[in-house]
Nanobody
Framework: QVQLVESGGGLVQPGGSLRLSCAAS????????MGWYRQVPGKERELVARIRSGGITNYADSVKGRFTISKDNAKNTVYLQMNSLKPEDTAVFYCNLNVLQIIGGVVEVWGQGTLVTVSS
């Protein structure tokens, strides 16, 4: 079993910054990729950013230049630094890991979600 614990969401004014964290624990042999998605009511969950085991990153066009994804391999933790936040960034953010377990093969795991609200 692999568990994810997210933290760092909250209320921020437009133009402000937040950093999200997602720590993984459990039966992890190797983390293949880590990512952040977001969802607003009535819309599909969308990819915000992803980082692969080799460090290659990709971002949604809407966040390029404002958000930065990073990871700490020793802690199995992924971060999302969000700067210059806009009201349209308001959403529930979910972390997502693709993990090779010690026993049980590859699994895709989702965090519980953390609400980010950008408002004055």
């Amino acid at each position: 079993q692999v568990q994810l614990v997210e933290s760092g969401g909250g209320l921020v004014q437009p133009g402000g910054s937040l950093r999200l964290s997602c720590a993984a624990s459990g039966s992890i042999f190797r983390v293949n990729s880590m990512g952040w998605y977001r969802q607003v009511p009535g819309k599909e969950r969308e990819l915000v950013a992803r980082i692969r085991s080799g460090g290659i990153t990709n971002y949604a066009d809407s966040v390029k230049g404002r958000f930065t994804i990073s990871k700490d391999n020793a802690k199995n933790t992924v971060y999302l630094q969000m700067n210059s936040l806009k009201p349209e960034d308001t959403a529930v953010f979910y972390c997502n890991l693709n993990v090779l377990q010690i026993i049980g093969g590859v699994v895709e795991v989702w965090g519980q979600g953390t609400l980010v609200t950008v408002s004055s």
